[in-house]
């Protein structure tokens, strides 16, 4: 298979700082280089030729470096598989999933043994927010003692949360399934309201950070959806089958606000 390499002009432009290259040419030439072997050996020739400054100062770093990683333990072989993970969660993220998957199995017990909400079932009551909790932990400045190196990578953007994101739901998502089958529960009156509370999140948190935007959209649902239906065992309009048209609206347009703010995930901001 031939693979496409990139051209020496975004490879001189990259050398020289980038300023001259679009934001996703930036992009597309330092995930490129993380897997290519010959256009990294390309840049360093053009970087030692062209940009002296430059090499002047990887070579400073690297002399510094040498002699600790002489001595750095290597990592274990068994611990390997895990790379390809983190590209996906933190390691903060693990105990946030095991606890939204806890809550979500004993919103269905209660939902299964009558105690809950009377004609609501729990499961649905609960779909919305389960997956905001760990959207923000994986995002969260508090939870993520590698916040800052994480916003300053190349891909620290809409690239890294939206992949975040889809690994949170994808534990959640699969569990509401069962949940909702069990219940009877149709899957689209769990399912567009649970996107589309993960997309505002993301939305308001481009603004606000993502885990005050967590914290907000939580709070607003836990009063003005959880605590009604609790107090009078009926569901209200969000939970009916009539307000899906809404749920879909909503979704668009947190998509939408993402996808026109997706420089604002670059910034340290996003983290609070």
């Known amino acids: 298979m031939s693979v496409e390499h990139a051209s020496m002009r975004i490879i001189e432009g990259y050398a020289h700082g ?69 590209r996906w969660m933190t390691p903060t993220m693990v105990p946030w999933l095991a606890m939204v998957m806890g809550v979500t199995l004993l919103a269905l017990l209660l939902d299964l043994s009558d105690t809950g909400s009377g004609e609501v079932s729990l499961v649905l009551l609960l779909a919305p927010v389960l997956p905001v909790l760990g959207v923000a932990a994986s995002w969260s400045r508090g939870l993520d003692p590698a ?14 949360v939206l992949r975040r994101t889809a690994s949170v739901l994808g ?75 809404a749920w879909g609206l909503i979704l668009a347009i947190g998509i939408g606000v993402v996808i026109a703010r997706r420089g604002a995930y670059t910034v340290l901001g996003a983290h609070r």
């Not at 916040?147 to 890294?160: C, D, F, H, K, W």
């Not at 009604?228 to 009539?242: E, M, V, Y």
């Open 18 to 86: 980038g300023t001259d290259l679009a934001a996703d040419e930036v992009w597309a030439v330092e995930a490129h280089l993380e897997a290519c072997r010959v256009c990294r050996d390309r840049l360093s020739a053009v970087v030692s030729a062209g940009v002296p400054a430059m090499a002047s100062l990887v070579d400073t770093v690297w002399s510094g470096l040498e002699p600790q990683l002489a001595v750095t333990a290597t990592m274990p072989r068994g611990r390997r598989w895990s790379a390809p993970l983190s």
């Open 147 to 160: 916040y800052e190196l994480t916003a300053s990578v190349p891909r620290a953007g809409l690239y890294l």
């Open 171 to 245: 534990v959640v998502v699969p569990v509401l399934l069962v949940g909702g089958w069990v219940t009877g529960v149709m899957v689209a009156q769990w399912l567009l309201p649970c996107l589309a509370f993960t997309s505002t999140t993301l939305a308001l948190g481009g603004v606000v950070g993502v885990t005050r935007a967590a914290v907000v959209l939580s709070t607003v649902w836990a009063g003005m959806v959880v605590a009604p239906t609790l107090a009078t065992s009926r569901a209200t309009f969000a939970l009916q089958t009539d307000g899906l048209p």
